[in-house]
């Protein structure tokens, strides 16, 4: 029947007759509705430029540190309980596993990424940083490699306004 939902009680299969004619499974509806709905409600907590900017401000001022090598200043940018979720690794969560890693990555080589994406909830307590990151080393035979990939910062507003990482993940762009 067109225009009509249709119930297999065999099969319990729903579909819906939409745009005259065009079948559409019901679950598949629903998820539609659902992503158009979690989109809808979503942007407008990514759109807020003064928000956004102070996580790209402490994504940024995290670099600047890294970049330097200075562990105790790159850790501090944890939240007690931040977690580092890197490949080929258990994750570590607070402040002494993450030293561990951080300082293997440190004398492993040197590391450098690049913020595409930045936003802030719509209650303001958590934001994300995304993008792309470059790690340089040297392979075990001591020649120059280059692994390129892309990383995940979750970050939590602090009591003080401050923004600490909660999770941070990465993982390679090249074949394993």
């Known amino acids: 029947m067109r225009g009509v939902a249709e119930l297999s009680y065999a099969s319990v299969k729903k579909s819906v007759d939409v745009n005259g004619g065009l079948t559409v499974k019901l679950p598949q509806f629903m998820m539609v509705g659902l992503i158009v709905f979690g989109v809808s409600t979503a942007a407008p907590a990514q759109t807020d430029d003064a928000a956004a900017n102070s996580v790209r401000a402490a994504d940024a001022a995290w670099l600047k540190v890294y970049s330097a090598k200075d562990l105790t200043k790159s850790v501090a940018f944890f939240d007690e309980q931040g977690s580092l979720l890197s490949p080929n ?28 994406k930045a936003g802030v909830s719509k209650s303001g307590d958590l934001g994300y940083t995304s993008g792309t990151y470059n790690f340089t080393f040297k392979d075990p035979s001591g020649k120059a490699a280059t692994d390129h990939g892309k990383y995940l910062t979750v970050w939590k507003k602090q009591t003080d ?9 990465f993982n390679t762009d090249l074949p394993p």
């Open 89 to 116: 690794d258990p994750i570590a969560t607070g402040k002494a596993a993450i030293s561990k890693l951080v300082a293997s990555d440190f004398a492993y080589g040197d590391l450098s990424w690049h913020i595409d």
């Open 161 to 169: 306004g401050s923004w600490k990482v909660l999770f941070d993940m």
